[in-house]
């Protein structure tokens, strides 16, 4: 579980991104907006936050609590707006997908070795190891994911209540 801080201030600026996608009616594979946060905190000097989200519920001039990692770039997991009582969790909302494009990637090749090393006792095996592969990675990063949505709902609910 990662160590997570809390960022309190004011919102400075507030811009919001959205990305244009060159294929017509596909989905993009991950969020295609995305805001940049600009907190100023009652000590200190401004800092610059970036979040890959469709939503945000603040504007330039609220009070809020971000949510981050402890990185050396932090990764915005949760806002508390203290201006409307509001908040969200992003670890919720806006999940990254069970699966990632590189083991896709990685299949073909995998197969290949496969058949180079074993023949066609390996093509054969091949195919219920890819699946059994694929289903632990994917429930593997979903029980993760609501461990970690989990923790940042009780860290929300901490600031909530300051």
């Known amino acids: 579980m990662p160590t997570l801080q809390?960022?309190?201030g004011r919102i400075v600026d507030l811009r919001?991104?959205?990305n244009v996608h060159l294929l017509y009616g596909h989905r993009p594979l991950g969020p295609s907006d995305r805001y940049?946060?600009?907190i100023k905190p009652i000590e200190g000097k401004e800092r610059k936050f970036t979040v890959n989200t469709r939503t945000m519920p603040a504007r330039r001039g609220h009070?809020?609590?971000l949510i981050v990692t402890t990185n050396k770039l932090p990764r915005v997991l949760g806002l508390v707006n203290r201006s409307t009582i509001d908040g969200v969790n992003y670890a919720r909302t806006d999940a990254p997908s069970l699966l990632r494009v590189w083991e896709f990637?990685?299949?073909p090749v995998?197969?290949?070795g496969a058949a180079i090393l074993w023949g066609s006792i390996g093509m054969v095996l091949f195919v219920p190891t890819a699946v059994v592969y694929l289903l632990v990675?994917?429930?593997g990063r979903a029980v993760l994911r609501g461990r970690l949505a989990r923790h940042v709902d009780?860290?929300?609910n901490a600031e909530a209540r300051r």
């Open 154 to 156: 009780r860290v929300i």
């Open 110 to 112: 995998a197969f290949l």
């Open 63 to 65: 009070e809020v609590s």
């Open 105 to 107: 990637v990685m299949l």
């Open 36 to 38: 940049e946060l600009w």
């Open 6 to 8: 809390t960022i309190r």
């Open 137 to 139: 990675a994917a429930i």
């Open 16 to 18: 919001r991104h959205t």
